[in-house]
């Protein structure tokens, strides 16, 4: 069939087997320089050649995918797609010689954990510790950020797993969580604030002073808004919205505002006369947080050895109240 035409018989097996590796560098290539002139350059084959692998492709496929412009290509609806599907693809091969290649050597590969902060980061520290000390030449990276971020970064395989919490019952389908442990929370402030060493406050009294909360789509967003809402009040006095808690440490500090902060955090930094507790009634507790991976997706080795350290660490952490 011509290229310039689109099938409407299904896509079967069999043709997309006929595509090669050397199709998908073609197509990764072609999607990102837009041009056939400089995606044969790439290649090291001539124009023609090019002209001809492109129309060898759309013809295995039995459909365009590219515009033929004057100055250069432009994918269509199925071109992009394609184009995602090879980029995918490719990355995948990466990943698979990358890793084969470590273990050859001697190596155990890689490992990309995503962790909330607060205690989920302590129990991280003692489980990286200790899977390093098992697994010396595996290479581990850390990316600390909110959960909401965490399980976008999960659906899209930029890390293997993470230790959070779920934003949304929906996500119950998609992923798999394994409860770890519970948080317990503080309010804080300088030490400088007038409310320190005072009895404890009540809503609305804390209502009125200026706050310093986490981002609206966080669990602990949540657990503040809900403790001034389920009294009928609002927050009046100021509020800066911040993920950082270096940041939320350093306004504190030289401000009067107020913050609702996981417990492990802030602890060490209470201990060192560096903040302060603010005495109250309100609930002290976060939604438990734990091990959350893909459903239907057998990890690798490194994250199975992973989970097995993290585990024994939350299992013989001291429990929270």
Do not use: C
Not at 23 to 29: E, G, S, Y
Not at 91 to 115: M, N, P
Not at 128 to 141: M, N
Not at 195 to 202: I, N, V, Y
């Amino acid at each position: 069939m011509s290229p310039n035409t689109t099938s409407g018989k299904p896509l079967v097996l069999a043709q997309v087997s006929r595509l090669r590796f050397r199709h998908l560098q073609f197509l990764d290539i072609l999607g990102k320089t837009r041009n056939l002139r400089l995606t044969a350059e790439q290649m090291h084959i001539t124009q023609p050649a090019a002209t001809k692998v492109l129309m060898d492709i759309e013809e295995m496929l039995e459909a365009r995918l590219f515009d033929r412009l004057p100055r250069g290509m432009r994918p269509n609806e199925l071109g992009l797609f394609t184009l995602h599907y090879a980029h995918s693809a490719l990355d995948s091969h990466r990943k698979f010689v990358e890793e084969f290649s470590t273990l050859k050597q001697g190596g155990h590969g890689h490992l990309t954990i995503g962790a909330i902060s607060g205690s989920a980061a302590h129990l991280l520290l003692t489980a990286v510790a200790e899977l390093q000390r098992l697994r010396p030449l595996l290479v581990v990276k850390v990316l600390e950020q909110s959960s909401d971020q965490l399980i976008v970064w999960l659906a899209e395989r930029k890390i293997d797993l993470m230790i959070g919490r779920f934003t949304e019952d929906s996500q119950r389908d998609q992923f798999q969580y394994e409860r770890l442990s519970g948080e317990g929370l503080h309010i804080t402030a300088g030490m400088h604030h007038p409310l320190r060493g005072t009895q404890a406050p009540g809503v609305r009294e804390l209502s009125n002073w200026p706050w310093i909360l986490y981002p609206t789509s966080t669990a602990l967003r949540k657990v503040s808004d809900d403790i001034f809402s389920s009294a009928g009040l609002s927050l009046t006095s100021g509020i800066v919205e911040t993920p950082s808690f270096l940041f939320a440490l350093e306004l504190m500090q030289s401000t009067n505002m107020l913050s609702l902060q996981p417990a492990a955090l802030v602890d060490k930094y209470v201990r060192r006369g560096l903040l302060t507790r603010i005495a109250s009634e309100l609930p002290n507790r976060m939604p438990d947080f734990g091990l959350i991976t893909l459903q239907g997706e057998p990890p690798s080795t490194a994250v199975l050895a992973f989970m097995d350290v993290i585990r024994d660490i939350a299992e013989k952490a001291p429990k929270t109240a």
